[in-house]
């Protein structure tokens, strides 16, 4: 018997004649009978099962048909499979023979012969074919890196643009307009004290540049009061307004919480905490933001409109590995 | 070569001509016949068809992963006849009118469209996004299993490094999945992904910028990109691997528990064919139809709700989905720190946990093999699976392992726990920093203690049967174990190789009897 | 409101039970039934342009009206604030806030506090909405609304909002606190959004426009009248009553109820069938 259910798939051992017959049972044999007690029972279950499989079925396609309701669709086909599958796992677990059978399991390794005649085989045959040809084999071995170089380059390099200086790069300048999302110029009077704005140079519509420009525009304090949120930016908050970057420094969420009454902004990602106010440069005070949300420096033009003093003094959001410390 | 050529029935008659000599051709036997002719496919179907499966129900946590991947197959192509895989603006006008007028991505309009004017559209979207989450749960079930049996070691190293694979494979092409619809809270979990990207030392913002196609979000490629990676090339390296899977499971032959009649030398269970092609079969139905009602019943990811990605808009309250969810937490518990000097900066409390944490967490389970051969020195060929209680510390470690990665899921949902319970999050963010180490050891000790007193205590786990106390004629007392149960009773038979030849099924065997009838004998 | 979810629920509960017990020849009758509500669904949603405004403010108040609110607020809020709503150790002053300011924090039930030190939280309300105004309207009289506060109590044309325009500035301005479903969630140190599932329109434009607690101050400069009122439209519409097409669903808080259901129904269920098919021993 060893030899039939050897572990060659798919007949590969095909010629051996078996040493042994193929076992024979009698129907009678205990091993033949089904699991179930009462047979007649579970096949009386598992047809009302497989019937219920076909209603479930029938009730779907009628469901389709009227036009369909996701429920109802979820109820009528799941139903349907279920009992459809339950039916015919049970005639298999009750109704088939209940065994236990068994086949035994043979040697996974090869005889030593057939291992040395393989490893043979790659050594002596293939050293063969580079035994005094170690020119050719030179060739080969360079032209196969050179190729794998080469077709890197489609593979990867033609994915995208190198990065340059981008990163560092907003569209924050010298007296940009700050506008909100529908490009309305932010006047002066706008915001309440407590109140906050999502904000963006003038001119900058893609959305590309709105994902990098975004600034988060808060109001601490009523007119005439000059935020100053550390000393070397005593000109920055004029009239109560701040305006920090959106993108959180950790790993770039939209900053847009703000709580006015802690004066905090919370990054709803991974709750990075940035204290803001008077001595409060969006200080990082909690979770795992690693720097202060870089602050844009403002001023209120002739016409009562925010601009900014200047863009960014430090490149915005998570950090790379090119960013230079400032 | 000889018998091949010869039709099939003949090539084992020298052996079996007993049984053969009664046996009546039937068009099975002639079309068998031609075909084996041709590719001799009769005694290696045969082998096949009488291949052992050990029926322990722990062996169909794998088949519930395999099933969910056809479900999600079957699902996916339905789908892909519907999404539109582009980041180009297009304004909706379609069914769900709070979104009228609104600009979005073709992705989430079309996504959109799936969940609302084709018929079946939702159930089958839920369906797909369910059997992901069960296709990576039962996956994590089955190599917990796997694990704690000890179904890893010599031979079956290779399985579990593919088995490994298959696991990491699957939460990639999961978050990409769940990135296509190109709604608000998929945005966010790009916007992050890339922000991991761009965290790598030295090549980060190269690798950032290659895969986007520019600086965040890109030039519109990545729907597209993601796409076809989650489509093909994901899905034809998890079949391929599961193939690979299948194929050495078949060469190697199952695992089974060790118990009456089963030996190292041995398989015991149910023949391919019919016994466990029907439970299995079935089972392939059953968790087919639990995904479908689930898919009907329960809403899952209602982009509709959400609305199309904005790069400055944000929800609070958002997740990755579940298999994400240990390093979503890892991310929130990172302590901030970033590495600045010399010109360049790397963001730790990004690149460890985002990067080099899960890197490590697949190294140590690819190798865990060959780490525990190195730990206990064990380097013979096992068939037969540990109970989880016999070898204490592996299952402590698993345990704390466990515990470790469940701590971290839960740390994924700081603000709904803190929400739920009412308790600062600034509480519950430090509790996590210390339970997600705490805990892992706590539960590694009690495990570690529970197995121990479990191996001092005979027959734990069995079956309880009943014990009868007999009294002799000299008066002596001795205990003797009653029947099994009849359930049970087939276990207590000695295995039997899977009969070529059955006599009497068709009422002329030799034992006579009704022609046609099936005769059913209860056993004595 | 109710209404609305129950007939949602009898829509798809109605044939399931249908399928189950009758079987196909019921399930035909009941599904055209749910068919015609589905297709009737999503229409009734859309904006028409009305001529009255979207929001009107309501700041002129009876003597009637402040003297009732006098003997409520004397009774029930001048232990903390004062008798002239000056403020105190433990409760602000209200003067100057305006009436809307003071109607939101009564009439969700906020006002009165018992401890002060905790974020106050929606309750059920201990005055009616005729009180609540009326204690707005005493607390209104006693100094002018300063600049900021809108001057009357908001009520919003909800009809007059867009839903998608209300659900473009949700996401903007809201969803980054109350989340995208409106479920809420906490806050740093304590605080936290309250879900947003139970406040009625007023209340939501009041809270919009006056900004309670931590909340930031959406002031006209900020939204437009009819804008807060598509907020209003879309946070009363969709956000209260969302189209839970796809079933069950789970809370809105997205993939963590998702998570356990998938584990727990998903992957348990489907185990406990592999329990009764394998053997265990």
Known sequence: MSDVTTDEPGGLAEGHAPKEPLPLASFDDPHLQPLAKQPARAEGVVGILLLLGLLGFAAYGAVYWVGGQPQVEGISLGVGLFCFGFGLSAWGKYLLPQGPFMEKRHKLASSDDERAAMAAAIVERGGMMVKRRSFLGGILGIGGAVMGVVLAFPLLRSLGPVPAKTFDVTNWHKGSRLVDNLGRPVHVADLEVGGSLTVFPEGYTSEEAMAVDQTILIRVAGPDVDVVTEPSRATWGPDGYLAFSKVCTHAGCPVGLFQHQTLQLLCPCHQSLFNVGQGRPATNVFGPAPRPLPQLPLYVDESGFLRSQAGYDQPIGPGFWERTTT | MSTSSSSSSSSSSSTTTGSLSRRRSTPVDSGLGWLDDRLGVAKGGRIFMDKIFPDHWSFLLGEIALYSFVVLLATGVFLTLYFVPSAAQTVYHGVYKPLDGVKMSEAYASSVNISFAVRSGLVIRQMHHWAADVFIGSIAVHMCRIFFTGAFRKPRELNWIVGVSLLFLAIVNGFLGYSLPDDLISGTGIRIAYSILLSIPLVGSYLATLVFGGVFPGDGSIIPRFFILHVLILPAIIAGLIGAHLFMLVRQKHTQFPGHGRTEDNVVGSPMFPTFMAKTTGFLFMVTGVLWALGGLAQINPIWQFGPYVPYKISYAVQPDWYMGWLDGAMRIMPSWEFAGFGHTIPFMVFLPGVLFPGLTSILFIFWPFIEQKLTGDRAEHHLLDRPRDRPRRTAVGAAFLAFYFMLFCASSTDVLANFFQVSLNVVLWTFRFVVFIVPIIVGLFTYRICLDMTGVSHVGKRKRAVLIVRSATGEYTTVDTEARPGDGHHELEPMLVPGFIEGLDGDGAEGGEPGVRRVVRRP | ?281
């Open chain 3, 1 to 281: 409101m109710a209404t609305v979810r129950r007939t949602m629920h009898v829509r798809y509960l109605l044939p399931a039970a249908v399928v189950a017990a009758v079987g196909l020849g019921g399930l035909l009758t009941s599904l055209s039934a749910g068919a015609s509500t589905r297709s009737r669904a999503p229409s009734g949603t859309h904006a028409i342009a009305a001529p009255t405004p979207p929001i009107r403010y309501v700041g002129n108040f009876t003597p009637a009206q402040v003297h009732e609110g006098q003997v409520l607020f004397e009774a029930n809020c001048s232990s903390c604030h004062g008798t002239q709503a000056e403020g105190s150790a433990v409760a602000p002053d209200l003067q100057g806030l305006g009436p809307a300011t003071v109607d939101f924090w009564v009439s969700t039930g906020r006002m009165p506090l018992a401890d002060a030190s905790v974020q106050a939280t929606r309750k059920p309300a201990r005055f009616d909405n005729q009180q609540a105004t009326a204690i707005a309207a005493y607390v209104a009289s006693l100094a002018p609304t300063a600049q900021g506060f809108p001057s009357g109590i908001p009520y919003v044309d909800t009809q007059a909002g867009s839903l998608s325009m209300g659900n473009r500035l949700f996401v903007l301005n809201c969803a980054a606190c109350h989340t995208i479903t409106g479920a809420g969630d906490a806050l740093a140190e304590g605080a936290y959004a309250p879900s947003l599932h139970v406040a009625t329109s007023t209340q939501v434009a009041e809270a919009v426009r006056t900004g309670p607690g931590n909340m930031p101050v959406f002031g006209p400069g900020t939204l437009s009248n009819a804008q807060v009122a598509d907020i209003v439209a879309y946070v009363t519409g969709p956000i209260q009553h969302p189209n839970d097409r796809g079933g069950i669903g789970l809370g809105g808080i997205g993939p963590v109820a998702e998570g356990f259901v998938a584990l727990l129904i998903g992957v348990g269920g489907i185990m406990l069938i592999a329990f009764w098919l394998g053997e265990r021993a």
